[in-house]
C-alpha cells in the first residue's frame, strides 16, 4: 500500500471529474454540499437561499446543463449527457462544473481547500 494515497491523489488531481468518496464526511458536512459533480441535487436550505430551481437555472449558461425541479422543493443539475472525468494535462477543465462550483461556492464543504476548490482556483 505504500505509495498509493499519492498516486491516487496525482491522478485524481488530473481528472478532476474523479472524486474519492470519504465515507466519514455525513459527520462533518452540516447542510454543505459535498462538492459538484455530473448529477448534483440540491434541497433545502441552498436552493431556497439561491432562489429555487428557476432562479438557478438562469444563472447556468453553459450548454448542456440541465436544471429540474424535484417534489419537495429540491432540485437536480446535470452537467451534460454523461459524467466526464475532465484532463487537465489536455485541457479539458470541465467548464460546466467550474461554472456550478462558482455558484454554489458559499455552502461548499471546504476542509482539504485544494482538491474541494480544484473548479474554483
Known sequence: MVGVKREVIK???RYPGIDVPDESIGWRLGTRLWGVHWLTFLGQ???????GAAALRTRLR???????????ERAVVTLGEWPEAGD?????????????????EPWLYQEQRSWERRFLD
Open 88 to 104: 487537465t494535462e489536455t485541457g479539458r477543465v470541465l467548464p460546466a462544473y467550474r461554472e456550478l462550483a462558482r455558484v454554489l
Open 62 to 72: 453553459t450548454p448542456g446543463v440541465d436544471v429540474q425541479e424535484v417534489e419537495g
Open 11 to 13: 491522478q485524481c488531481s
Open 45 to 51: 436550505p441552498v436552493l431556497g437561499a439561491l432562489g
